[in-house]
């Protein structure tokens, strides 16, 4: 009777160590994510309420402010006819901008301080008057204030790598290796303290000798003991090779992609589309980037190219505005470069894009469909060279310096065909200074 006690009373034990530490795993799990949810949601929620009128549909906010409001007004702060609308809930209420957008010169006659002094300030140019709901005044200002709080999100980058990731991207997988971190610690923490525990049972129980029974007796003095696996040779080993192998593949990640900028596509300072320029207005390349058939480099437009179309086209947009400003203050548009090569290497356009005959897009991917230009070669070495290996050089047909070279080629590797390798296309000189 009494070994039976002792032994239901030990298999009890553990049993509440083992419920105890699964518990507060779950629960410590649980609350993180708990945690993490909440604040995603909150995030939401502040984002979605947008301020003014709480029903307020941002859809057809959207369509009466781009359709009325963009022509003079942007939601950055910048001045463009009438002043940036960014925090304007914050200086206004509601009830004041309701009766301003449907009249604001009865607002400015009215006497209204802030008016009489806004409408000076701004050379007493009119506002349009708008014959809307209130509801559609409100659905309006609902999207202008969740509007201006994106574009400052998309201003400040976050600092890092220019990878393409959006910000979204970099937060999830973040939220998803801190996860796996706490996890991977907790796990260790129950372990270790697992180890503990059992030592101390197995201590305990080694002092009561006397008192057990000959099977438990057995388990006690057992010889399987978990610490001398921990400290065994093969684990050891196990452990430190994986470690090594963790480091090595860590560090050569990191090595072969310096310098690397794949993906690359920064938010530039005006909204230009080549999918709208190039893709479906058929603007050829040529026309902006002067420099592709004639020279090194294609060259960015300047200002005043785009002047050529824009002193009559969408006059009134923010966008097109920026450009006008750039020329007005006489200061070149800060285009973010993309492409960029070391300048140990040198690359020459016409060589490609003339002598060769290659398509931009062999290089540069669809640049037609991009609404933001995106780096799609990986421009390293590798690269250029395995194309100079693959391409067959046929292009400069009715060039006397190639037809002589096709020949000389033909007379000595008759069948195979002759590639920029061929020509020269590998040696260091040509690519480096
Ligand atoms: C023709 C140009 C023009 C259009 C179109 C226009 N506004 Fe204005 N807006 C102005 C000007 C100019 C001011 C500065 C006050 C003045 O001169 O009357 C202003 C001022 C404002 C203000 C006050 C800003 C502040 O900082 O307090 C708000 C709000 C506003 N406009 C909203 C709108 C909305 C909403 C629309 C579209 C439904 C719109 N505006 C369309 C020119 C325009
Ligand atoms: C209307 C003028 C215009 C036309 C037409 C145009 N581009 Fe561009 N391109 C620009 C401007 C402005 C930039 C700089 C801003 C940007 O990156 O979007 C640029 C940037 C680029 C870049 C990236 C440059 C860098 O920084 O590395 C590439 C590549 C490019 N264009 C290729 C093309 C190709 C290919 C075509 C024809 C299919 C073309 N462009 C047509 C104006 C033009
Ligand atoms: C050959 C004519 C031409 C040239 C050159 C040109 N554009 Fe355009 N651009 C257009 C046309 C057409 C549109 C479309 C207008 C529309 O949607 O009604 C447009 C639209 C735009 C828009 C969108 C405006 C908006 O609010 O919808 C931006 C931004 C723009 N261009 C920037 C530029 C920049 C920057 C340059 C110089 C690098 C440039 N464009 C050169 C013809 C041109
Ligand atoms: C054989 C590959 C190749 C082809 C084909 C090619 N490019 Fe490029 N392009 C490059 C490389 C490489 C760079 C980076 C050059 C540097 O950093 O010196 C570049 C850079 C650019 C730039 C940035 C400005 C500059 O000159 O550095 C523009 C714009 C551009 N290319 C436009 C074009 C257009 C337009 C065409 C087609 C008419 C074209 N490219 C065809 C490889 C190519
Ligand atoms: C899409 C294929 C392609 C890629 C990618 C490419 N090239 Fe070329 N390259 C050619 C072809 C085709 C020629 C042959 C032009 C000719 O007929 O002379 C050439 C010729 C050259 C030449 C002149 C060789 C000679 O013997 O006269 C140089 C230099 C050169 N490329 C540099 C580069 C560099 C640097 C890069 C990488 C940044 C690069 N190329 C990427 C296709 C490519
Ligand atoms: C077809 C053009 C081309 C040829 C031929 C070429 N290179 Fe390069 N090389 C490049 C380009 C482009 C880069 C820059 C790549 C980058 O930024 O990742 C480069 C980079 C390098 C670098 C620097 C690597 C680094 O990580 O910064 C070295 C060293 C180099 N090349 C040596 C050579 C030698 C030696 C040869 C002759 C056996 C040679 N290259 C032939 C195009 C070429």
């Known amino acids: 009777m009494i070994m039976l006690t002792n032994k239901t009373k030990k298999s009890k034990s553990t049993h509440h160590y083992w419920r105890g530490a699964c518990l507060c795993l779950l629960a410590f799990v649980f609350s993180i994510n708990l945690a993490f949810a909440q604040a995603d949601s909150t995030k939401k929620d502040a984002a979605a309420a947008g301020g003014a009128g709480g029903g307020a549909d941002l859809e057809v906010g959207k369509r009466l402010w781009e359709g009325n409001c963009t022509s003079c007004h942007a939601v950055s702060a910048e001045v463009v006819v009438g002043p940036g609308l960014k925090g304007i ?5 509601i009830e004041w901008l309701i009766p301003w957008v449907k009249n604001s010169q009865a607002v400015i006659k009215s006497g209204d301080k802030y008016a009489v002094e806004l409408f000076a300030k701004y050379n007493k140019s009119v506002m349009t008057s708008f014959n809307f709901k209130d509801d559609e005044i409100k659905a309006i200002f609902a999207y202008v204030d969740k ?6 999100v998309i201003k400040d980058p976050p600092p890092g790598p220019p990878g393409a990731q959006t910000p979204s991207q970099s937060d999830s ?11 991977v610690t907790v796990l260790f923490l129950i372990f270790a303290v697992l180890l503990v525990m059992l030592s101390m049972v197995s201590k305990f129980l080694k002092q ?23 400290q065994s040779r093969a684990v050891l080993g196990g452990v430190a090779l994986l470690f090594v192998l963790f480091v090595l593949k860590t560090t050569l990640d990191g090595i072969t992609n310096i310098g690397v900028q794949q993906g690359y596509a920064p ?11 190039a893709g479906q207005y058929e603007i050829d ?4 980037h002067t420099g592709v058939y004639k020279g090194k480099s294609a060259t960015i437009p300047s200002a005043n190219i785009c002047m050529n179309c824009h002193n009559s086209i969408k006059r009134g ?6 450009i006008y400003k750039a020329i007005e203050n006489n200061k070149p548009i800060e285009w973010v470069r993309i492409h960029n090569l070391p300048d140990l290497a040198y690359f020459n356009h016409a060589q490609h894009t003339n002598v060769a005959g290659l398509a931009c897009e062999k290089c540069h991917g669809e640049i037609k469909e991009m609404e933001v ?3 799609r070669a990986p421009l390293t070495m590798g690269w250029c060279i395995n194309c100079h290996r693959q391409t067959v050089v046929e292009h400069a047909k009715d060039n006397k310096y190639y037809d002589r070279l096709i020949e000389a080629h033909d007379k000595y590797q008759k069948g195979s065909p002759m590639t920029v390798e061929n020509i020269g296309g590998l040696e260091c000189a040509k690519c480096h200074y």
């Not at 947009?317 to 920026?322: A, D, F, G, M, T």
């Open 89 to 93: 809930l914050e200086r206004r209420t």
């Open 147 to 152: 509007a201006s709080k994106e574009v400052a």
């Open 373 to 375: 230009v995106q780096q």
């Open 267 to 277: 938010t530039q300072p005006i909204a230009f589309s080549h999918k709208l320029h």
């Open 208 to 230: 009561k000798d006397g008192d057990l029974s000959i099977e438990d007796r057995e388990v006690v003095h057992q010889k399987f003991d978990v610490l001398s696996v921990f």
């Open 317 to 322: 947009s923010p966008e097109i505005q920026k």
């Open 285 to 288: 390349c040529g026309y902006c």
């Open 173 to 183: 997988s973040g939220y998803f290796n801190l996860m796996l971190g706490i996890l």
